[in-house]
C-alpha cells in the first residue's frame, strides 16, 4: 500500500463514505502509489523543531480518546532518526492520563500545528516511555523538569 496514513484511517466504513462523496477514486490513486508518509524528512524535521507545542491523543482502558497539549520551549520535542520522535514529559497537573493510558496502548496521535501559516503536520505511531537517566538526560531542558521521556515511533 502506499499512503501510510491510508493504511491505517481508510477502513472499509471510510472507503464507502468515500465512494458516497465521490472522494474515493482520488484516495485510491494514493493508496496504489510508492510508499509515503511514513519517514520523517527535513521538511517534516524542521517543521517539528519549530514547534512549541503540540497535541497528543491516546487512548484509555474505557475505549475513550483523550487529547492532551504537550508544550515547552521550541524545539523541546527531538527528530531522533526518519521515525523516531523523542520529547521530555513535562510535569503538568499530574493526572497522568496519558501516561496512564500510554502503560495499556501504546498508539498514539500527534497533531503538530503551525496557526499563523495555517499549515499542520499529523502523525500516527506507538509510544515508549522511559525512565533510565541517561534517556531522560538526553532531553533534559534548562529550567524545566520532566517525569520521563516519551518516544514515539
Not at 487529547?67 to 531522533?80: T, Y
Request: proline letters at 4%; zero cysteines.
Amino acid at each position: 500500500m502506499g499512503h501510510k496514513l491510508a493504511e491505517i484511517a481508510f477502513t472499509d466504513t471510510v472507503r464507502q463514505l468515500q465512494e458516497a462523496d465521490g472522494s474515493r477514486k482520488s484516495y485510491a490513486r494514493m493508496e496504489a502509489g510508492a510508499d509515503s508518509n511514513n519517514i520523517l524528512t527535513d521538511r517534516e524535521s524542521a517543521f517539528i523543531g519549530m514547534r512549541d507545542s503540540f497535541y497528543m491523543a491516546t487512548v484509555g482502558e474505557t475505549g475513550w480518546p483523550y487529547v492532551q497539549h504537550r508544550g515547552g520551549p521550541a524545539g523541546f520535542v527531538s527528530v531522533i532518526d526518519s521515525k523516531t520522535l523523542g520529547f521530555p514529559d513535562f510535569s503538568g497537573n499530574r493526572q497522568f492520563v496519558s501516561t496512564g493510558n500510554l502503560q495499556v496502548d501504546d498508539r498514539v496521535s500527534l497533531f503538530f500545528m503551525d496557526y499563523p501559516n495555517r499549515t499542520r503536520l499529523k502523525m500516527l505511531g506507538r509510544v515508549n516511555t522511559s525512565d533510565d537517566p541517561a534517556i531522560l538526560e538526553r532531553f533534559a531542558l534548562d529550567g524545566y523538569t520532566e517525569d520521563r521521556a516519551d518516544l514515539p515511533d
